[in-house]
């Protein structure tokens, strides 16, 4: 294995490991987890989820009841500040992650910085001349 890459890679972990997003997912987990309502919702939750699940597995049909008792629960856990703040910080987190992903997949599917294949657009000076990397996706160096 290239040593640069692992050095690189162990930048990038070391850096993750840093990132706010990564101290604000812990710290709202950590009070996620201390909130002792938080935790009844959520074992409410995974219960009335096993059951629902259980239900569709064996063929039986889902009442109203079971799909109501579902809803309500799930209206609780979105109600609650501190599964909510965790959630939000889940989100901040995986974005973050990612970012870092498309910028890998773009560098191993031989795309300069800044363009993707997906992109509506491209930045300007964002792609090479005739498009992403060699598969001329539409985006011509603008």
Same mark, same amino acid.
């Given at each position: ?30 009070? *996620?987890?201390?909130?002792?309502? =938080? ?25 109203? =009841?079971?799909?109501? =008792? ?11 500040? !501190? ?12 974005? *973050? ?7 890998? !997949?773009?560098?191993? =599917? ?33």
């Amino acid at each position: 294995m290239n040593n640069e890459i692992t050095e690189k890679a162990g930048l990038l972990a070391d850096a993750i490991a840093r990132s706010s997003e990564l101290a604000e997912l812990r710290s709202t987990e950590d009070a *996620m987890t201390a909130d002792t309502s =938080a935790q009844v919702l959520i074992a409410e939750l995974q219960k009335a989820q096993e059951r629902f699940m259980e239900k569709q597995q064996s063929g039986s049909e889902l009442s109203e =009841a079971d799909k109501s =008792a579902v809803d309500e629960i799930e209206t609780k856990v979105e109600g609650n500040p !501190a599964i909510v703040a965790y959630m939000t910080a889940q989100d901040k987190f995986t974005v *973050m992650l990612d970012s870092v992903n498309a910028i890998l !997949a773009g560098a191993i =599917a031989g795309s300069s910085g800044g363009c993707s294949c997906q992109d509506e657009v491209c930045e300007p000076g964002g792609c090479e001349p005739g498009g992403c990397g060699s598969g001329g996706c539409g985006c011509s160096g603008n």
